[in-house]
């Protein structure tokens, strides 16, 4: 197998803490009604539309009509996405940084909403400024795990079969990537995730 040059970066659950109970513990102190919020109406499923591109003020009106009881909470959710996220993860900053002085070129493949991405992205350049493009899925009107996605993203990143390791959180993504030609890391931690790119010789 022919070595590995480059390190495909998946988001949220991998470089950053993604969780929308940052945002709303604080305005939902009572503990079960915080889950039936999140398991009800703010839900990853409803959120994933604008992953997909469609939004906010669309799926807010929406979702609005459907819990009116809940309009002022689910209004937070576009102008406030910022808070569910929780910040780096513990130790990928440091392997970010010492990829990039390795001169390892970097990518990523998010599914992240074009409009919530912007701000996050201007907010994060210390993060995002060392890589070389990212594949957003809300700009692409694309997401993981469609096989279309990963394909544009290796035609626009110039990687051909087995040069590139991929890292996601979820499974079903690492096996699409897998079946794109990229080599998959299913991510747990940093520490695991640096023994693998010890092991590839990238650090």
């Not at 609005?64 to 990928?92: K, Q, V």
């Not at 979820?170 to 520490?191: K, M, S, T, Y």
């Amino acid at each position: 197998m022919q070595p590995l040059r480059a390190v495909v970066f998946d988001v949220g659950n991998v470089l950053y803490d993604w969780d929308p109970r940052y945002l709303y513990a604080p305005l939902i102190p009572d503990r079960s009604s915080l889950d039936r919020f999140l398991a009800t109406v703010v839900t990853k499923e409803w959120h994933f539309q604008h992953d997909a591109g469609r939004p906010f003020a669309e799926t807010s009106a929406e979702l609005s009509a459907l819990h009116p009881e809940h309009r002022d909470l689910i209004a937070l959710w576009g102008p406030r996405f910022a808070d569910t996220i929780g910040g780096p993860l513990p130790g990928m900053v440091e392997i970010v940084e010492a990829l990039d002085a390795a001169g390892v070129p970097l990518y990523a493949i998010t599914n992240f909403s074009e409009e919530f991405w912007t701000p996050f992205r201007a907010n994060e350049a210390a993060m995002f400024d060392r890589f070389r493009d990212i594949v957003v899925s809300g700009t692409e009107r694309m997401v993981k795990p469609d096989a279309a996605i990963f394909d544009l993203a290796m035609r626009r990143f110039g990687l051909g079969a087995g040069e590139a390791l991929f890292i996601d959180d979820r499974q079903d993504n690492v096996e699409a990537a897998e079946r794109a030609g990229l080599v998959g890391h299913h991510f747990q931690d940093a520490p695991t995730l640096r023994r693998t790119l010890e092991r590839a010789g990238l650090l």
